[in-house]
């Protein structure tokens, strides 16, 4: 299993990026695939997820209304359209699944960390 992000870089506040984290190894048939970054000096935090088989998704409060996940199972990639970005978004992002697609569950109001595969991670930078 093998996950790779890309699409990360350095971006003006008000800025838009899309990161892409392309998936070898499993199909996108049931698994959670899921986003989360982390800043320097703070606990690493899920960001937003998707559940393959029945479609829910989840977004972190801090990120409702401007970041935007999607996926292309043909291509097995996933996406995260990040629009109206802030400083306070700048840190490693990551992209992580688990063949368990129940650990992406809107309804817990939050996004575990405890996913089994992990990207290496892909830095975003948004400066004031």
């Known amino acids: 299993v093998q996950l790779v992000e890309s699409g990360g870089g350095l971006v003006q506040a008000g800025g838009s990026l899309r990161l892409s984290c392309a998936a070898s190894?499993?199909?996108?048939?049931?698994?959670?695939i899921g986003w989360f970054r982390q800043a320097p000096g703070k606990e690493r935090e899920g960001v937003s997820c998707?559940?393959?088989?029945?479609?829910?998704?989840y977004y972190a409060g801090s990120v409702k209304g401007r970041f935007t996940i999607s996926s292309d199972n043909a291509k097995n990639t996933v996406y995260l359209r990040m629009n109206s970005l802030k400083p306070e978004d700048t840190a490693v992002y990551y992209c992580a699944a688990d063949p368990r697609p129940w650990r992406c569950d809107p309804g817990t109001g939050r996004l575990s960390t405890g996913y089994d595969y992990w990207g290496q991670g892909t830095q975003v930078t948004v400066s004031s």
């Open positions: 998707v559940r393959s088989d029945a479609g829910n998704i």
């Open positions: 190894g499993f199909t996108f048939d049931a698994i959670a």
